[in-house]
């Protein structure tokens, strides 16, 4: 059975990737257990993947990838494992880390074969950091990333978890799923409002204001650098940067299919109102 969920997002599958330290298992184990079941009664597929080495968890992400484009696997990865700010993801079998770079990398190559439909849910402390890897000039790793900023307690897992996955399986609504059970400890990070973001503050900086008469200065500066301009010249020079850094669709037209992979929902328009008001998405 396929859901769709809010955002127009498509989920067949839960992929549970753990990677547990000794001790761990019987407060784990229980989770697990219960998430597992609460999909077979929902009709949402469950596959849990133990990985010891960094090397099973590549695999593991690239086997996705390969069945998200050949068998239409549209998963929502779940993140069982520790984690750090500067380390990356840790593979307790072997007592070392997999860094946000090459994690960024491979969801983001699961996220493409799955057409864009990638959310991931990490239980690892801090990984929320590997949106420091997110730039809207690559594809991002997911549509929607729900991952704790800081450190996080075993018994926020153990009392929220499984609330969150039988509302989310239960409404179709992972944002809902989220502000109810997950919000108080985890931060929502939504591809399409990072892009609206990123624009925004891109837009007011150097496209419009005080910050587009610099960069106009900066460019005929550049000019001037390579040939000398006469007053006249400069001034045409002036206008035809101006018209070259204002702002249109085209922004979004040229960055979109490589950062979102889809037609955003939100308009020009939209952008240049927050701009306007110098508010952000």
Not at 2 to 20: A, P
Not at 242 to 263: M, N, Y
């Amino acid at each position: 059975m396929t859901q769709t969920f809010d955002l127009n997002i498509d989920i067949n599958s839960v992929q549970w990737i753990r990677s547990l330290r000794a001790g761990e298992e019987s407060w784990n184990y229980k989770i697990v257990d219960d998430v597992k079941s609460e999909c077979k009664r929902q009709g949402m597929a469950f596959s849990l993947h133990d990985v010891q080495t960094i090397a099973e968890f590549e695999r593991v992400l690239r086997a996705l990838a390969s069945e998200a484009a050949d068998k239409g696997v549209r998963p929502l990865i779940h993140i069982d494992m520790h984690g750090g700010k500067d380390a990356g993801l840790e593979i307790a079998g072997e007592s070392k880390c997999i860094a946000w770079p090459e994690v960024a990398d491979l969801l983001s190559a699961v996220n493409i074969a799955a057409d864009r439909n990638l959310c991931v849910v990490s239980a690892a402390c801090e990984g929320l950091h590997v949106i420091s890897e997110v730039s809207i000039n690559k594809p991002c790793p997911f549509v929607i990333l729900i991952a704790p900023e800081k450190s996080i307690l075993i018994s926020f897992l153990e009392d929220n978890t499984l609330k969150f996955y039988q509302v989310l399986l239960q409404t179709d609504d992972i944002v809902a799923a989220y502000e109810a059970h997950l919000s108080s400890e985890l931060t929502l990070f939504n591809a399409e409002k990072q892009f609206a973001r990123a624009l925004t503050l891109y837009i007011h900086d150097h496209c419009v204001g005080p910050g587009a008469d610099a960069r106009i200065d900066g460019l005929i500066e550049d000019m001037k650098k390579a040939t000398a301009l006469s007053p006249n010249e400069e001034a045409a020079a002036r206008v035809a940067a101006r018209a070259g850094i204002e702002p249109s669709q085209k922004l979004i037209d040229d960055r979109a299919p490589t950062f979102l992979g889809r037609v955003p929902r939100f308009a020009f328009d939209d952008i240049m109102k927050a701009v306007g008001t110098g508010s952000t998405p």
